[in-house]
Structures are given as structure tokens and as C-alpha cells.
């Protein structure tokens, strides 16, 4: 997730540009850069790091050219630096493109244009754009534009600018966002409103399968086929702190919103016909042969993900899994060595815990495969095979985009393993790629039919005690719900195996303790729903998850939360966003800081 921002005008473009990329930076802050259009040619700067850095090497004197496009980074191919910054340029610096997205087909599309001559300096998807635009140009570069979009593959919001045709930004959308301000004889485009808010409100809102041509006349959006769109003006009411987190209260919700993207981006490229491919991951069979135990080492949410993890790669690799909390991995003295293999998981990959695991497992021997959702970060750069998790920057401190897409790193990782071994028919890969390819489309569901959870939250105000239970993967989410509601409302909140109820947690149950009860694996359904009935007798408030079409659990239960159905390993991917809903919705009702949390911090750099 990145931030890209152009605008023509009659205004000097870099500090209108420098203004947009400061209000985008939660978007991405890796590096950043700008492009404009000098004395006939294209002039750039980019920096690695915060957008600061991009100011002081601008420096004062900077041109006074009206047009220019901007990017702030969130590292997808290529680790942080000057050279994979954007803007990237052609061969023969006539064009300039800024990129947020993926693009799916960039190796075939990078090694077709080596062929044709064209030379890349950089490691990042996004340089192929202003190359095929070098090779289709014919002196329009509108109709380039177009004629390069029928060869992409993923998403994109792109910007186009060149020294050919100076006089106009040309601009396209796919599966990323993209909004278009209109001011007096000037126009902007961004990723997101924030951006243009301080020069104008009347905007137009860019639709999947839109391009926009932008010139000092005026602004013509058409669709790839080149034929024009009519588009409705939308004037901005919000306040620029409101539209930074995109009309959301708080990052939290923005972010919990924000999973269908971050889940079919992290799918993208990985799913190719009835097969996972890693292209990160460099493990043979021989290899694999060779390791007798994995283990999963993590720390707090991303210690749930890897207990999800646990189930789905001993049930599919048939190997030995073991989870570690990072802070512990150490000081017990683990038996590994150069037959184990060790996963390590991290949203930011700077966990200073999870980092030290990471190095004492390399210099036992081990082999070390990070799940991280950062670029360039330390674990990233340590680890010998990495997979990226696509979720981009999280700015609210409980993490919830970050843990979806960690459970479908655990599910490619275990399929992935399991093709490798032998271990797992082809008909039930087949069938978890099937299900995994609609786990995206199934998140909106279940966020475009949660607005009862906000309802029932009330009810949580007074409350001092909850307890989550679950059994099988339903106990690993459990676990993450409970985590999420204690970190941000402050509730005391324990997860508890539902089979364990009655070796002491029983105790504690009161008609004034709500328990929240997951139901969602089948093959121990009716001993979950046992469980719930020793609850029920004891008078607790219960609210239920489960699949549509189970209405049996109404029975037993005050109220249910209904899920698309998938299969059961899938399961904690949906189950846990009417959990983060709850807390978030809890919280707001009890007045707490839901971004900031009282003594949490983003990520634990410290032992």
C-alpha cells in the first residue's frame, strides 16, 4: 500500500506534491520521491526513508514547473532505497510513473522487455510500467497508456507523465484506490482524499477499470476502451484528520476494513491454477526430507497466527510443529539444529525477541522462513526464505489486517510444504485453493452484515470479566479475540479450550459474564455446544459464532453471528473479524483510546 499524488496547474508542483505525500505518508513511509517535468526533460529525487529526508535533498531550490507526480512507499518488490523509490523512469528518461498496487505479471512482462533491449536497474514490479509505455509509444500517449493496461496483470492506481507530451498527466485504476480533485485552472490526483484536501473539496471518486486524462483544461475520464464516463462530483464534508483515516472514527476500523484488499494482495501471484507458488521460498524436496520438527516462534498476535499454523502444517505436512513465544525461545535451550526447520512471524519484523530467536536458530543450524509484512526489515533481510504478507503500513496499535493476512501466510506455507512432500492429495489442495480464492470476497460479506455487533457492544460497557472458548482452530482464534478486547477496552478477557471449562474456569462464570463461543469446527461441533450448555446453566450471556445454515445454535445461545461458509481450516481467516469488530465497538463505548492504547506500543523493539 503506497501513496501516489500528481497534479497540473498553475502552482509549482513539488511543494503542492510534498504537501500531498505528507498527508499519504501513513500510506507508506520507506522511501518516497518526485518526478517533473524541466526544461524539456523529466527531473527526479527520491530518498529511502521518511518523506523528510526527500525534503532536505530537494533543498529550496527546487523548479518552478507547474506539473509533476509524486510517491510515498510501502516496500512490495524491493527492499528500501533511492533506487527502488519511485518515480521510475524508461530506459531513456521520457517517461516517469508512480505505481500503488501489484503488478502480478511483472516477471514475465521484466524478462519479455530484456529481450527487446530494455534495460532495469531496480528490483521493484513497478519499473516494467514506464518501459512498456517506451515500447508502445507512438507519440499519444493516452492510447500507450491503454494499449499497456491490456498487458497487466493485479492491482494498480498509476500515473503517467512524459517529456514527449507535456502537457498532460494520464492516470488508470485497478483494485486501488484513486480520487480526482478539481481546484481553479488546477487539478490534483491521489490515492486518497487527504491528499488534495488543502486546495479543494469537489472531487471525483475513480472507479476499478477508469482512466483520467488531466491537462490545465480540465480533467476527461473515460474507461480502458477509451470510451468517455460521466462522473456524479462528491464534496468533501470531512475535516483532513477524518479523511486521513478515510471517513473512519479510527485507524482500527479503517484497518479492519482495509482485509479483503490485504487478503486478496497477499494472494496475489501465489495461486496458479491448483498449485501454491512461493517464489520467496527456495526449499527443495530433499530438503524437506531432511527436517524432522518445525517450529513457529512469535509474540503476541502473531503467536495466535502461528498456532493456527501448528494445526494446518501438521495436518497437511504430517511433521512435528512446535510454537515458541519469541521471549521464551531462548532460555529454554530448544533442540534445533540443521534438521529443523524454523518459521519466524512478525508483522514489522523488528521484534526485538522475535529477532533474537530468529539468530540463535541460524546459529544452531536451523533453516529460517519469515512471515513479515515489511520489506528490508530485520527478520526480512536474516531469514534465508521470506514470505511477505501484503496487508501495508498498520497504524492503529492492536493489529488486525496483520493477523489475517499472517493466517493466510500460515495456509500457503502449509500447502506449499505439503505439494512439496507429497503429502497431501491433490484433491483437497484443489479444494483448499478453491476456498482460500473466495476467503477475500467472504471478509466483505462478513463486514457488510456486522452493523448488529455494534449494537450488542453496548451491553459490554459495565462488564468486568469475559472469557472467549473455542475448540480445535476456534481455540487458537479464541485467543486472539480475548488479546484484542483486553488490549483496547480493558476488560479482562481469558480464551479458554471449551473442554477445559470444567477443570476450574467454571468457577467464574456468573450471569454477569458474557462468553463468546466459536463454532465453526464441525468434527468437535457437539462438544463445543456441550460446553456452551455447562455456560448457559450457569446462567452466562452467550454469543455464538458460527457458519450460515447451522441454526441448531441458536438453541443454545443468546444470540450468533453468522459466517460464510468455508472449510475449516479456513475458518479463523473470517471468525476473528466479528471479534475485532466487538472489541473495537466495546472500546469506543467505554471511551477508551482505540488507536493508543494506555502502555502498548506498535512494535516491541526492545527485549
Known sequence: ?????????????????????????????????????????????????????????????????????????????????????HPHMDTEAKFAVVHNGIIENYLELKEWLIEQGHQFISETDTEVLPHLVEHYYQGDLVVTVREVLNHLRGSFAILVMSRQNPDILVAARKDSPMVVGLGENEFFVASDIPAILNYTRKTYIIEDGEMVVLTKDGVKIMDFQGQAKEKQLYEVKWDAIAAEKGGYEHFMLKEIHEQPRALRDTLISRLEDQRVVLQ????????????????????????????????????????????????????????VDEHTLVVVVSQSGETADTLAALREAKRNGARVVAVTNVVGSSVSREAHDVIYTWAGPEIAVASTKAYTT?????????????????????EKIKEVIGALRKIPAQAQEVLDEAEHIKDFAQSFVDVEDTFFIGRSLDWNVAMEGALKLKEISYIHAEAYAAGELKHGTLALITDKTPVIALATQMDVYEKTVSNIIEVRAREARVIGITFKGNKDLAKSVDHVIYLPETIAELAPILTVIPLQLLSYYVSVARGCDVDKPRNLAKSVTVE
Open 1 to 85: 500500500m503506497c501513496g501516489i499524488v500528481g497534479y497540473i496547474g498553475h502552482r509549482p508542483a513539488i511543494p503542492v506534491l510534498l504537501d500531498g505525500l505528507k498527508k499519504l505518508e501513513y500510506r507508506g513511509y520507506d522511501s518516497a520521491g518526485v518526478a517533473v517535468l524541466d526544461q524539456g526533460g523529466i527531473s527526479t529525487c527520491k530518498a529511502v526513508g521518511r518523506l523528510v529526508n526527500l525534503e532536505e535533498k530537494l533543498g529550496a531550490n527546487y523548479s518552478q514547473t507547474c506539473m509533476g507526480i509524486g510517491h510515498t512507499r510501502w516496500a512490495t518488490h524491493g527492499r528500501p532505497s533511492d533506487i527502488n523509490a
Open 280 to 335: 520467496e521460498v527456495d526449499l527443495t524436496a530433499e530438503q524437506l526430507k531432511n527436517f524432522r520438527k518445525i517450529f513457529i516462534v512469535a509474540c503476541g498476535t502473531a503467536w495466535h497466527a502461528g498456532l493456527v499454523g501448528k494445526t494446518l502444517i501438521e495436518r497437511w505436512v504430517r511433521l512435528p510443529v512446535e510454537v515458541d513465544i519469541a521471549s521464551e525461545f531462548r532460555y529454554r535451550s530448544p533442540l
Open 406 to 426: 499472517q493466517l493466510e501466510g500460515m495456509v500457503l506455507l502449509g500447502l506449499y510444504l505439503a505439494q512439496i512432500r507429497g503429502t497431501l492429495a491433490p
